[in-house]
């Protein structure tokens, strides 16, 4: 591949977040590759070399793209860390499929005493946001949730922070409803 | 569907022609001199046409009927009744009896000028008109008073623009603000086209220099109206949107279809992707370890200084502990009324016989409950055996709940 071809693709990775490809196209030099599991198509994001991520923005005064409900959203994240992630000892991608249900269960128990309606609301809220920056993907037909691409761009030096957050977290408890 | 299709072609046809009355204000003798309907100029420029397509031989009258045959006789009779007399169209030779007639070609530049005024707000036509001045000032040709008029034109026509887009944006509305918003473009331009005559202007005719003062002083306010303006619509577009005026689709496609350097041009300030927000590691634990804690949302009620007094019934309790003691206490008096504790105590290891005795104290200091451990002065000491220390005392029932 061309440096030319490489720059396309690295610019459009910039314009539009990351591409999901047929896995029959090369990876362009500097992105990172995701098979997804069903092996027909992968995804490429850009990957800055250093393990350099946008959490730098603040140290360099520059504005970070801000998150609508940071915390609400943080914690649905990582309640959905908690579910995908089965196997703690390898990276999180691409992780186990999981349920809208279980995901707002540990979102309930982190946060209890909120009524349902408010915690389906919050919740499904902050799914639809992560669904749109690809952090998940989530399939609102089925109900199911699973890691996006962008899940593994937490640098290697963030597991064992991550290892540990999910650890505290509780587990989804079977037999939880939400009354609707 | 079709009524909001007939809704918008009027809003549009209503705007058309609010702007050519605009245009033609300062020539009309009565203010419903002008046309009221787009479809009257449709019509005109029909007519120029055939006329330019029947070249020096002209039209009669029922060729000019035949060439506008898609709009209503009276229609055309009344336009023909007007642009006659106005000599939009005139006889083609000057003799009784006449059926051909000419088009006046001034009218019809006018029309082209209107359409474009039409479409820019007349701020093109200010940056020509500067232009040309400037050439045909630079060419020193020009009298004094040309030079002086040039001045006031320029200030006048300068001073109206300002005094529109003041008004809009301190008083208008971000819509109508937006619909000018043709009025902004290309203000750098046009400010230093307006900058240059006034150089020459002053170069060339110093004597002017109070002209020039004033021509100074509408560039100047031209150029913060402008500006203030400009902000106004960038905040109305949000921080969100404050880089794309334009919407989402097209940034898509020009994402898609851009060339290498066009799209490395607009991102070349970008340092990463742009479109989605990064959740640090951070970020995450500390939003799960600051979940706020649920309240009830009531507060206690405040406190009568006054002792509640026989407020709570002593009936009325219910406490799983003192009910364990009671258990505890009856288990160990049987049917008796008192019994000794080393009685209780003896056969047992110390530490069930410490899990008993602690039992019977509380049972003993529960001031709902009716038993009472009375000890006596002496300690008995017993080595080898449990408990090695031990006072005598009597664990009996009280005479009845206090």
Same mark, same amino acid.
């Given at each position: 591949?061309?440096?030319?071809?490489?720059?396309?693709?690295?610019?459009?990775?910039?314009?539009?977040?990351?591409?999901?490809?047929?896995?029959?196209?090369?990876?362009?030099?500097?992105?990172?590759?995701?098979?997804?599991?069903?092996?027909?198509?992968?995804?490429?994001?850009?990957?800055?070399?250093?393990?350099?991520?946008?959490?730098?923005?603040?140290?360099?005064?520059?504005?970070?793209?801000?998150?609508?409900?940071?915390?609400?959203?943080?914690?649905?994240?990582?309640?959905?860390?908690?579910?995908?992630?089965?196997?703690?000892?390898?990276?999180?991608?691409?992780?186990?499929?999981?349920?809208?249900?279980?995901?707002?269960?540990?979102?309930?128990?982190?946060?209890?005493?909120?009524?349902?309606?408010?915690?389906?609301?919050?919740?499904?809220?902050?799914?639809?946001?992560?669904?749109?920056?690809?952090?998940?993907?989530?399939?609102?037909?089925?109900?199911?949730?699973?890691?996006?691409?962008?899940?593994?761009?937490?640098?290697?030096?963030?597991?064992?922070?991550?290892?540990?957050?999910?650890?505290?977290?509780?587990?989804?408890?079977?037999?939880?409803?939400?009354?609707? | 569907?079709?009524?909001?299709?007939?809704?918008?072609?009027?809003?549009?046809?209503?705007?058309?022609?609010?702007?050519?009355?605009?245009?033609?204000?300062?020539?009309?003798?009565? !203010?419903?001199?002008?046309?009221?309907?787009?479809?009257?100029? %449709?019509?005109?420029?029909?007519?120029?046409? @055939?006329?330019?397509?029947?070249?020096?031989?002209?039209?009669?009258?029922? %060729?000019?009927?035949?060439?506008? @045959?898609?709009?209503?006789?009276?229609?055309?009779?009344?336009?023909?009744?007007?642009?006659?007399?106005?000599?939009?169209?005139?006889?083609?030779?000057?003799? &009784?009896?006449?059926?051909?007639?000419?088009?006046?070609?001034?009218?019809?530049?006018?029309?082209?000028?209107?359409?474009?005024?039409?479409?820019?707000?007349?701020?093109?036509?200010?940056?020509?008109?500067?232009?040309?001045?400037?050439?045909?000032?630079?060419?020193? %040709?020009?009298?004094?008073?040309?030079?002086?008029?040039?001045?006031?034109?320029?200030?006048?026509?300068?001073?109206?623009?300002?005094?529109?887009?003041?008004?809009?944006?301190?008083?208008?509305?971000?819509?109508?603000?937006?619909?000018?918003?043709?009025?902004?473009?290309?203000?750098?331009?046009?400010?230093?086209?307006?900058?240059?005559?006034?150089?020459?202007?002053?170069?060339?005719? &110093?004597?002017?220099?109070?002209?020039?003062?004033?021509?100074?002083? @509408?560039?100047?306010?031209?150029?913060?109206?402008?500006?203030?303006?400009?902000?106004?619509?960038?905040?109305? !577009?949000?921080?969100?949107?404050?880089?794309?005026?334009?919407? &989402?689709?097209?940034?898509?496609?020009?994402?898609?279809?851009?060339?290498?350097?066009?799209?490395?041009?607009?991102?070349?300030? %970008?340092?990463?992707?742009?479109?989605? &927000?990064?959740?640090?590691? !951070?970020?995450?634990?500390?939003?799960?370890?600051?979940?706020?804690?649920?309240?009830?949302?009531?507060?206690?009620?405040?406190?009568?200084?006054?002792?509640?007094?026989?407020?709570?019934?002593?009936?009325?309790?219910?406490?799983?502990?003192?009910?364990?003691?009671?258990?505890? @206490?009856?288990?160990?008096?049987?049917?008796?009324?008192?019994?000794?504790?080393?009685?209780?105590?003896?056969?047992?290891?110390?530490?069930?016989?410490?899990?008993?005795?602690?039992?019977?104290?509380?049972?003993?200091?529960?001031?709902?409950?009716?038993?009472?451990?009375?000890?006596?002065?002496?300690?008995?000491?017993?080595?080898?055996?449990?408990?090695?220390?031990?006072?005598?005392?009597?664990?009996?029932?009280?005479?009845?709940?206090?």
């Amino acid at each position: 591949m061309s440096s030319a071809e490489a720059a396309l693709w690295w610019a459009r990775a910039r314009a539009e977040g990351p591409l999901r490809v047929p896995s029959a196209t090369r990876t362009p030099v500097g992105m990172l590759r995701l098979v997804e599991p069903g092996g027909e198509r992968c995804w490429l994001l850009p990957k800055p070399p250093d393990d350099v991520t946008p959490a730098v923005l603040p140290e360099l005064r520059m504005q970070a793209i801000p998150v609508e409900y940071p915390n609400e959203t943080s914690r649905v994240l990582a309640a959905a860390l908690r579910c995908c992630w089965t196997d703690s000892q390898a990276s999180p991608w691409p992780g186990q499929p999981t349920t809208v249900r279980e995901v707002l269960d540990v979102v309930d128990q982190l946060v209890p005493g909120r009524g349902e309606e408010v915690l389906l609301r919050l919740g499904t809220g902050a799914l639809r946001r992560l669904h749109a920056s690809r952090w998940l993907d989530v399939d609102d037909e089925a109900q199911r949730v699973c890691f996006g691409p962008r899940v593994a761009t937490w640098p290697d030096q963030d597991l064992p922070a991550l290892r540990e957050l999910c650890r505290e977290l509780p587990f989804p408890r079977p037999d939880w409803e939400p009354d609707r | 569907m079709n009524e909001q299709l007939g809704l918008d072609a009027a809003a549009a046809e209503q705007a058309v022609v609010s702007v050519f009355e605009q245009i033609v204000a300062v020539l009309a003798r009565q !203010a419903d001199a002008a046309i009221t309907d787009a479809a009257l100029f %449709q019509l005109a420029d029909t007519l120029f046409a @055939a006329f330019a397509r029947a070249g020096e031989d002209g039209l009669t009258a029922e %060729q000019i009927r035949a060439a506008c @045959a898609a709009f209503p006789d009276e229609v055309i009779d009344n336009r023909l009744g007007v642009l006659r007399k106005l000599g939009a169209i005139q006889p083609a030779f000057d003799k &009784p009896y006449q059926r051909e007639y000419r088009a006046s070609f001034t009218s019809y530049v006018s029309m082209l000028f209107v359409q474009r005024m039409l479409a820019r707000g007349g701020q093109s036509e200010l940056h020509q008109l500067l232009t040309l001045e400037k050439i045909r000032l630079e060419g020193g %040709q020009s009298t004094a008073e040309e030079a002086r008029e040039v001045a006031v034109g320029v200030t006048t026509a300068l001073r109206l623009l300002v005094a529109e887009l003041v008004a809009l944006t301190i008083g208008g509305t971000v819509e109508a603000l937006r619909e000018r918003a043709p009025l902004l473009w290309n203000a750098k331009s046009l400010i230093d086209q307006a900058s240059a005559v006034h150089e020459i202007l002053l170069e060339f005719w &110093p004597e002017l220099s109070r002209w020039c003062g004033e021509l100074r002083s @509408a560039i100047a306010a031209y150029e913060d109206a402008s500006t203030n303006a400009s902000a106004r619509l960038m905040a109305a !577009a949000g921080t969100s949107r404050a880089l794309n005026l334009l919407p &989402p689709e097209m940034w898509k496609r020009f994402a898609r279809r851009a060339t290498v350097d066009e799209l490395a041009a607009v991102l070349a300030d %970008q340092v990463f992707d742009a479109p989605a &927000p990064w959740h640090d590691v !951070a970020d995450l634990a500390e939003a799960v370890a600051g979940t706020p804690q649920p309240t009830s949302g009531r507060s206690t009620p405040p406190r009568s200084r006054v002792p509640d007094g026989d407020e709570q019934p002593p009936g009325e309790w219910s406490d799983a502990e003192a009910e364990r003691l009671a258990g505890v @206490a009856e288990e160990v008096l049987g049917d008796r009324d008192a019994v000794a504790v080393e009685q209780v105590l003896s056969g047992t290891d110390w530490v069930t016989a410490r899990r008993v005795l602690a039992d019977l104290v509380a049972a003993s200091n529960n001031a709902r409950l009716g038993y009472q451990l009375t000890w006596s002065g002496t300690v008995e000491v017993r080595p080898g055996s449990v408990p090695s220390w031990l006072t005598h005392g009597v664990f009996e029932r009280a005479r009845g709940p206090v």
